[in-house]
């Protein structure tokens, strides 16, 4: 569309900007609340904290990111990377992204969140904005709820969440960035959703750079203001074996999209990403029955 152009320096800059102060503020929240437990999860030892791991892009400085992932009594494993990548993308990847078979020449920056709680009552959850220029420049990202044990309380409150940073910008944004999420986050090979939804967007490019850019960070700030409060809302319950059980086939679920399906772990891994911070979502233990 016409209008501003997207990718100028200082839009990169201000785009990496925020992802990461986004990272550091979502690493603060679950530091929190890995302190605020009172229930069962005591038994899993102190408090976790997240530990940070910047990589360097085939050794080159400025190109790369920072892994921080936190293994804790709440969170058996949770990370929030942030990485800034530059290059050009292999012959035979250039005709899946808009703009790179005029130039296959990229820059991406973005921040991905996934969240592995330990009991099964805590819902995981994940979340990831980026801002991708080519020849072209455009936003995406989303965030989605896959609870071991639905609630309707707790998917009300996320899309609620979820509709209100929509709502703000175009109210017809909800409906079409939940269908894309439906139809993205499912197993075709399973007949199942991996979850209970949320919101999906990719190719945001409306031609008004600054409003794009807002509906992004509503997007982050939304995450951050409900998914701590889910969690805290589940955080003392007890739980069984059983329970754990379901919990752990729920996350090969997980699994089994990520590694067949996700755009974001095959951007990753065609564009020489590091292999550890791309898999990052995948939790420390599952199960298939």
Not at 253 to 261: A, H
């Given at each position: 569309m016409s209008g501003d152009v997207y990718g100028t320096n200082d839009q990169?800059?201000?785009?990496?900007?925020?992802?990461?102060?986004?990272?550091?503020?979502l690493c603060a929240e679950l530091e929190k609340i890995e302190d605020e437990v009172r229930g069962p999860a005591k038994d899993f030892g102190p408090p976790g904290h997240f530990v940070r791991t910047p990589w360097?892009?085939?050794?080159?400085?400025?190109?790369?990111?920072?892994?921080?992932?936190?293994?804790?009594?709440?969170?058996?494993?949770?990370g929030v990377n942030v990485s800034t990548v530059a290059g050009e993308f292999?012959?035979?990847?250039?005709?899946?992204?808009?703009?790179?078979?005029?130039?296959?020449r990229f820059w991406a920056s973005g921040v991905s969140v996934?969240?592995?709680?330990?009991?099964?009552?805590?819902?995981?959850?994940?979340m990831n904005?980026?801002?991708?220029v080519t020849t072209k420049g455009w936003f995406g990202g989303g965030a989605d709820l896959?609870?071991?044990?639905?609630?309707?309380?707790?998917?009300?409150?996320?899309?609620?969440?979820?509709?209100?940073?929509?709502d703000r910008f175009d109210p017809a944004w909800y409906a079409r960035f939940k269908k894309w999420?439906?139809?993205?986050?499912?197993?075709?090979?399973?007949?199942?959703?991996?979850?209970?939804?949320?919101?999906?967007?990719?190719?945001?490019?409306?031609?008004?750079?600054?409003r794009d850019f807002a509906f992004t960070q509503a997007v982050g700030e939304a995450f951050l203001d409900v998914y701590p409060r889910l969690a805290r809302r589940h955080l003392d319950e007890s739980w069984t074996e059983a329970d754990?059980?379901?919990?752990?086939?729920?996350?090969?679920?997980?699994?089994?999209?990520?590694?067949?399906?996700?755009?974001?772990?095959?951007?990753?891994?065609?564009?020489?990403?590091?292999?550890?911070?791309i898999l990052m979502s995948l939790p420390p233990l599952t199960a298939w029955p």
């Open positions: 990169k800059a201000a785009a990496r900007a925020w992802f990461e102060a986004l990272r550091d503020r360097l892009r085939k050794g080159i400085e400025g190109d790369g990111g920072t892994m921080a992932v936190l293994r804790g009594r709440v969170f058996e494993k949770a292999s012959e035979e990847f250039r005709a899946r992204i808009p703009g790179a078979t005029q130039d296959p996934v969240k592995n709680p330990r009991s099964p009552k805590v819902p995981i959850a994940h904005t980026r801002f991708i896959t609870p071991v044990f639905p609630l309707a309380g707790d998917t009300a409150d996320f899309h609620a969440a979820l509709k209100a940073a929509c999420c439906d139809e993205y986050f499912y197993l075709p090979h399973r007949g199942e959703a991996r979850g209970v939804g949320g919101i999906f967007y990719d190719e945001l490019a409306g031609g008004d750079f600054a754990r059980q379901v919990q752990l086939i729920k996350r090969g679920r997980y699994v089994e999209f990520n590694l067949l399906y996700d755009r974001g772990t095959l951007f990753g891994l065609k564009t020489g990403g590091n292999t550890e911070a």
